[in-house]
């Protein structure tokens, strides 16, 4: 290493915002590979990718999340910009992809039914960060629009499935439960105003207002002081409507018949106040996430939301899942990936040399190959050794002697032959240059 970089000592200025993280190449390219695994998967299941912008009106994310809910009470990284507009950095996928669903007229008789999209990119909450929760993280999400039929929830809830596998990620739990109908909730609600009324002060403070505005967001509190009342709080199964159950009893049924293996979880809520009929959460426990069980992937149905947004009565289901979780599981099942031989090195021994070795890289590069060379003034040995270290599989040197005649001294390192090429070969025709001598070499 250069002695400059030995002996100064560097003092870090900024650091990263709480909660977030670099991706360095070697995890970028575990991203990568997950994302096109991924996009595999919807390629089958005909969905077709959607990018819609990172921040919006705050107004889009507060309707749809629901006033009572974490994202809306606590986690918004919301800010007015500079034309006093009151905006929001997504904190989910959902609310975007509705709306420009409504905008764009997604619903109209030229579009594919059900409408199929999927997205990946960075949401943001503002959350206490802990392992596999962050304040800027990554999602993986699909939504589909414009069928009612329970045959899509579980085709959702198998895409799920197949997308964690394909990725390498077994092990999975899967609990379903329903949260019905308008008229299912209305009557679950008034259930759960009468159980909890008479207990008011056992509950939290923020349960006490979650009474008021939306008593089913108590099923969902994490405070230790509302957990014995919630336990013994009514079921919603105990409430459903006839098309309510019978909805959720073909969901059931189709899942069976896919062998898919769930238990249904009738306290589960979910997060988010868009949702009715069907939803779900997979989950798996692993070392990783400090052997606790955690959930990658949660979503379900939320009919009337594209309504709520100034659109036709269109139905819809999807499902976001946590990358960084998925990551965590991912690398621990697979080391980090090895890179990839580098093709050619060149070795340039003088100034002059140096410009035509980057003339020989371009040309090279331009064939497809990759190539690297000296940008530190290294000796011929310290250029030699770096070829070695980045596993060159074939090393040019260009000296005097070289450049005189117009010639590259070519070295196949896997077998030590050298052999000279006039420039013109190397600029007009690597890839034979190459099947020469890295392939042949390889028989
Ligand atoms: P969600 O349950 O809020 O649903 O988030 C989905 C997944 O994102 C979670 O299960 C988790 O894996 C991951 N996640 C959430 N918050 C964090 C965080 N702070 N750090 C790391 N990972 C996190 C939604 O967002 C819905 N939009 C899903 C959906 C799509 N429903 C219908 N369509």
């Not at 003339?359 to 040995?381: C, P, Q, S, W």
Request: glycine share 8%; proline share 6%.
């Amino acid at each position: 290493m250069c002695f400059l970089f030995r002996e100064r000592k560097t003092t870090v200025k900024y650091q990263k915002p709480k909660g977030t993280a670099d991706i360095l190449p070697a995890a970028a390219e575990q991203w990568d590979t997950v994302e096109a695994k991924s996009r595999e998967v919807f390629r089958r299941y005909r969905y077709g990718e959607i990018r819609v912008p990172l921040f919006e009106s705050y107004d889009l994310y507060a309707r749809s999340s629901g006033d009572t809910s974490d994202i809306v009470t606590k986690e918004m990284y919301d800010f007015d910009d500079k034309g006093g507009r009151h905006m929001a950095l997504r904190p989910e996928g959902t609310a975007g992809v509705v709306r420009a669903y409504v905008e764009n007229k997604l619903y109209g008789p030229e579009y594919p039914k059900p409408y199929r999209v999927y997205y990946m990119g960075p949401m943001f909450r503002y959350e206490r960060p802990q392992s596999g929760r962050q304040r800027e993280f990554h999602q993986i999400g699909v939504e589909a629009f414009g069928s009612e039929s329970p045959l899509l929830d579980a085709e959702t809830i198998q895409l799920g499935v197949d997308l964690l596998h394909n990725v390498g990620v077994h092990g999975l739990r899967i609990a379903i439960n329903t949260l019905g109908d308008p008229e299912t909730r209305t009557a679950y609600h008034h259930a759960l105003v009468d159980y909890f009324k008479p207990h008011l002060s056992e509950l939290s403070a923020d349960s006490q207002v979650r009474l008021e505005k939306n008593p089913l967001r108590i099923l969902d509190s994490k405070d230790p002081q509302d957990k014995p009342l919630v336990a013994d709080a009514p079921s919603i199964l105990d409430y459903l409507t006839p098309a309510a159950a019978a909805h959720f009893q073909a969901v059931k049924d189709a899942l069976d018949q896919l062998h898919i293996a769930y238990t249904v979880d009738h306290t589960m809520v979910r997060g988010l106040d868009y949702y009715n009929h069907t939803i779900f959460e997979i989950m798996t426990s692993s070392p990783a996430f400090g052997n606790k069980e955690l959930t990658v992937l949660a979503g379900g149905r939320y009919d009337g939301l594209v309504e709520q947004f100034g659109g036709p009565a269109v139905p819809g289901v999807g499902f976001g899942l946590g990358v960084e979780r998925l990551m965590l599981l991912v690398q621990e099942n697979e080391p980090a990936p090895t890179p990839a031989p580098l093709n050619v090195y060149i070795a340039a021994l003088s100034e002059k040399a140096g410009i035509q070795a980057l003339v020989l890289a371009h040309a090279i590069r331009e064939a497809g190959y990759t190539v690297d060379m000296d940008f530190l003034n290294r000796k011929a040995k310290g250029q030699f050794k770096t070829a070695n270290r980045e596993n060159a599989q074939l090393v040019i040197t260009l000296g005097d002697d070289e450049l005189a005649n117009q010639q590259a001294s070519i070295k196949q390192m896997a077998t030590g032959k050298q052999i000279q090429v006039p420039f013109t070969t190397v600029t007009g025709d690597f890839q034979r240059l190459y099947a020469d001598l890295v392939e042949e070499g390889n028989n």
